[in-house]
């Protein structure tokens, strides 16, 4: 992703400015101007000592008038400018990022701040304690006074969150600021002529806006084998800014994928449970049992075959799976919801995860780089459970994916013809779920139109989302 991302750290600012005896300045500067107002009023009522009912009337302090009441009367914008001319600012804040192992007290002994003020600090506000569970990548900034002694610190969690300690005459006291991004409504349109991933990029969306359109229809489509050329995709998501500077992706609220003729839009919905889905125009959920395909954006280099040639071993052997073929590092997703019962390595196999769903459906995922699970643990559809790899018996960095139902191994390819039905909306909520996506069904449809107009008249030009 190559945006700039704006970071607002909601800095309290702690202001300290010692009292002094001598006359200040713009004491001095209020009371030379009341003395101008006066001189100017008596040679005014020399010149034209009788009142006119159409001149303007100047209220004058008599001479001799306390100097405090001068300063009142004829001069406080004076005195306000200059305070604020001669505020000193505010000195930086140093600050220090959360390194790996790394303990708020390491930070602050290294910046010369003691165990007590490192206690006083901890125990004393009311947000102290999540000061000792400090992340890496999060940032603590600190505030000495002129004397060295520690009076701030702020520690800053994120763009969206931070926490500004401050020492008052009684201890520590806590701040917290939380900002809200403001969304904003944006769209993209356009054909593909590779991929939808290489697409995407070149028309300068992130990798997260592309991979969260890929799971929406990771049900209904495999890009891995499905996606042609002259496909086309229309986007509309949101943008979060912070200060009119764009600070991250937002949701996808409707997407539209034609593939090879046939239209899949998607819609995102919550419905009366409080449960955010994406749902076809007719309230059917685009999330089905199992992904089409474990991964994004590769090549399939083997398929289901019960008598392939072994390419290492020169025999024929059963291929019960489909192999996908990607950079070593590709994330491999759960192709459904479930719990890990076998993960470990093997001569042949590698690296390997073994998931059951349910009593009847179990997937395997074989010659991973790296595993991300662990067995026992649950999963849910499209969560990363490793990374492409050539560990075991393969001749380069691939994904072998096997399906199994009732012990039997079955096409992955083909398998969800006869897996369960997509959960639809109950009939009591379509008439809200029409109203609501309303708007963005039309913004589609606007999309589609001006999307094959551009196609009809340019077939070469418009090859990626714009």
Known sequence: MSEAKH???????????SPTPQMSRGRLLAIM?????????????????????NSVQFETPLLGAPQEALRDKASDSAVDDVAELSAPEEPPWPEQVVKEGETLSRILTRAGYSDREIYNITSQPQDGESLVRIFPGETI????????ELVGLRHIKSPLESVTYLRTSSGFESHAKILSPEPR??????????????????????????????NIFGGVIDFALDTRKGDTVQLFYEELFLHDKKFKDGDIIAASFTNQGETFNAFRYTDASGDTNYYNEDGISMRKAFLMAPLDFTRVSSNFNMRR?????????????????????????????GRVIRAGYTRSNGNYVVIAHGEQYVT????????????????????????????????????????LMNDRHRNPRTVYKDLPKARALPENEMANFRQTIDKANTQLANMNANNNMAVRSSSSSNHALN
Not at 33 to 53: E, G, M
Not at 311 to 330: L, S
């Open 309 to 337: 040639l072994h390419p290492i071993y020169k025999t024929v052997r059963p291929h019960r799976g489909t192999d996908y073929a990607a950079p070593t590092g590709t994330p491999v997703y759960a192709a459904g919801d």
């Open 141 to 148: 900034a600190f505030q000495p006074d002129d004397s060295g």
């Open 7 to 17: 970071k607002n750290r909601g800095a309290v600012r702690w202001h300290h400015q």
């Open 33 to 53: 101007a009341a003395v101008v107002v006066v001189a100017l009023a008596v040679i005014k009522s020399q010149i034209d000592p009788s009142p006119d009912s």
């Open 185 to 214: 409504e944006t769209w993209a349109t356009g054909t593909i002529d590779t991929s939808l991933f290489v697409a995407g990029e070149e028309a300068g969306l992130s990798q997260g806006i592309i991979l969260a359109m890929a």
């Open 364 to 403: 395997k995922y074989l010659h991973l780089h790296k595993r991300k699970v662990k067995i026992g643990q649950r999963v849910s559809q499209s969560q990363v459970i490793g990374t492409v790899g050539s560990t075991g018996s393969a001749t380069g960095p691939h994904l072998h994916y096997e399906f």
